[in-house]
């Protein structure tokens, strides 16, 4: 055997072995199908997760108050609570959700991701926290020139 194909599977033998022996995630799109075509993100998050109160404060929105280019404008989300899983959603393009995270048991977020937003609108985050309640932040994002051809 070569020197360097005996040294790359055995490192990823070694990568493998730290891997938890289960790792699974849900397929959003097929268990909420009607969020991923939604307009706005009331619709979006009401197909998702279904009509469920809403608690204030708990999570935070690190955006830019006006983005130079809706082709990627940065949206950070701190969470201060424990949470399984958070979604972004935005209302400047045809379908409102954007991505769903779900999160290691007693995670407390800390993400950042960039989106496309071809017009100014709002950005809102949903978080359900471990503790079964769902937490929201909502923050409008000025756009000067939209990321989706406008």
Same mark, same amino acid.
Do not use: H
């Given at each position: 055997?070569?020197?360097?194909?005996?040294?790359?599977?055995?490192?990823? @033998?070694?990568?493998?072995?730290?891997?938890? @022996?289960?790792?699974?995630?849900?397929?959003?799109?097929?268990?909420?199908?009607?969020?991923?075509?939604?307009?706005?993100?009331?619709?979006?998050?009401?197909?998702?997760?279904?009509?469920?109160?809403?608690?204030?404060?708990?999570?935070?929105?690190?955006?830019?108050?006006?983005?130079?280019?809706?082709?990627?404008?940065?949206?950070?989300?701190?969470?201060?609570?424990?949470?399984?899983?958070?979604?972004?959603?935005?209302?400047?393009?045809?379908?409102?959700?954007?991505?769903?995270?779900?999160?290691?048991?007693?995670?407390?977020?800390?993400?950042?991701?960039?989106?496309?937003?071809?017009?100014?609108?709002?950005?809102?985050?949903?978080?359900?926290?471990?503790?079964?309640?769902?937490?929201?932040?909502?923050?409008?994002?000025?756009?000067?020139?939209?990321?989706?051809?406008?």
């Amino acid at each position: 055997m070569q020197r360097r194909r005996f040294l790359s599977l055995g490192a990823v @033998a070694a990568a493998a072995s730290v891997l938890p @022996a289960s790792l699974s995630a849900t397929d959003f799109r097929a268990t909420a199908p009607k969020a991923w075509d939604a307009a706005t993100s009331q619709e979006a998050i009401e197909a998702m997760f279904g009509k469920v109160a809403m608690t204030d404060g708990q999570i935070e929105i690190k955006a830019p108050k006006l983005a130079e280019n809706g082709g990627a404008v940065p949206i950070g989300i701190i969470s201060k609570v424990e949470v399984t899983t958070v979604a972004v959603f935005q209302d400047a393009n045809p379908r409102s959700a954007v991505v769903v995270f779900e999160l290691g048991e007693g995670s407390v977020a800390d993400l950042m991701t960039k989106i496309k937003m071809r017009k100014t609108a709002n950005v809102t985050i949903v978080a359900k926290g471990k503790d079964g309640k769902f937490y929201s932040a909502v923050q409008k994002v000025e756009v000067s020139i939209g990321g989706c051809g406008g």
